[in-house]
């Protein structure tokens, strides 16, 4: 199952008030879901082919931690998390979490995840941009209508998910690609928190692609079937 980690620093967003930019670091994992009777086969021919075009995929957003800025602003990450789960059902855990994201000596990025004072990620990654041969891919995409898409509650577990939702995104963003190097990248995974890292390291989740872009532009519209006409 091709998994993407996603590792935000989201320095200018809707989340809060109107006269603020809200800030906020957040992290997820999402990967590319069929229905069942589907009959779409993707070769692997490189770990590029993890980056493919497939119109035919619904895009599935499983869990979401996020945390105040870097200078400690929190209001973004609190409004991102009550209107990520009311509005759209997303599975962002309640708590906010304490996320680093900093660059160093302009060669390196690095992302750590804590969440109630337990570990969930450590990565350090040579930035692409720094590595011959990379791939740099220009986005400027509005997905299918519905083609994401929210997990349903498990009435049986603590998945913090509110109601399942089929919405639309669009992207735009500079994003330079590089395969996974041991030699110069690193991630760990932790178990002590179960909600995120615990499931991911549960996969054996193993980095074969990385991507780097400092322009990425993002927005969810409104879930299918939003009805906001009402009569007092």
């Not at 994401?148 to 669009?170: E, M, W």
Request: proline share 7%.
């Amino acid at each position: 199952m091709p998994v993407q980690l996603w590792c935000n620093n989201f320095v200018d967003t809707d989340c809060g008030p109107v006269d603020q930019i809200n800030p906020y670091i957040e992290i997820w994992y999402s990967f590319p879901v069929t229905s069942k009777s589907s009959t779409l086969d993707l070769p692997y021919e490189s770990p590029f082919s993890y980056n493919v075009n497939a119109p035919d995929t619904l895009v599935w957003c499983h869990r979401v931690l996020c945390g105040p800025s870097k200078d400690g602003y929190d209001l973004g990450a609190l409004a991102a998390i009550a209107g990520g789960r009311e509005v759209w059902g997303f599975p962002k855990h309640p708590d906010l979490a304490d996320l680093n994201f900093e660059y160093s000596d302009n060669e390196h990025v690095i992302f750590e995840a804590s969440l109630q004072g337990n570990d969930v990620i450590s990565l350090q990654i040579k930035l692409p941009e720094n590595i011959d041969d990379n791939i740099i891919v220009e986005v400027d995409e509005l997905t299918p209508q519905g083609a994401c898409i929210t997990p349903r509650q498990n009435p049986n577990k603590a998945s913090f998910v509110s109601k399942q939702t089929r919405y639309s995104q669009a992207f735009a963003a500079t994003m330079c690609f590089s395969p996974w190097n041991e030699d110069t990248d690193s991630l760990t995974i932790y178990d002590d928190e179960a909600y995120f890292g615990g499931l991911l390291k549960s996969w054996k989740f193993k980095p074969a692609l990385k991507m780097h872009c400092s322009d990425l532009k993002i927005v969810a519209f409104k879930p299918d079937g939003w009805d906001v006409s009402f009569k007092g």
